[in-house]
């Protein structure tokens, strides 16, 4: 069974950076996508990065520019770093993986907390 754990998250200055990373246990097999996602207060979750096993990225519009997302296969681990960090970015960031043949498997929850 696949798990998820992230780290990384934290509390920062606007304008400061953090490094958030997923690492995943168990076997994901070869073709999939992982990606972050984060929900605000009162929000719905949304979509932040996402990036294919093949290395295609995909990002929000709202982050682009500022968020680069990465990925290790051979640790099974996708990375964001986070950059010129706003007070909107405040949110609870979820790593996700997509297989496209089976239920996708989400992560605790990191909490990202940006001051203004």
């Known amino acids: 069974q696949v798990q998820l754990v992230e780290s990384g998250g934290g509390l920062v200055q606007a304008g400061g950076s953090l490094r958030l990373s997923c690492a995943a246990s168990?076997?994901?097999?070869?073709?999939?996508?992982m990606g972050w996602y984060r929900q605000a207060p009162g929000k719905q979750r949304e979509l932040v990065a996402t990036?294919?096993?093949?290395?295609?990225?995909n990002y929000a519009s709202s982050v682009k520019g500022r968020f680069t997302i990465s990925r290790d296969n051979t640790k099974n681990t996708v990375y964001l770093q986070m950059n010129s960090l706003k007070p909107e970015d405040t949110a609870v960031y979820y790593c996700?993986?997509?297989?496209?043949?089976?239920?996708?498997?989400w992560g605790q929850g990191t909490q990202v907390t940006v001051s203004s």
């Open positions: 990036i294919t096993s093949g290395g295609s990225r």
């Open positions: 168990g076997i994901i097999g070869s073709i999939n996508t």
């Open positions: 996700n993986l997509a297989r496209g043949w089976t239920a996708d498997v």
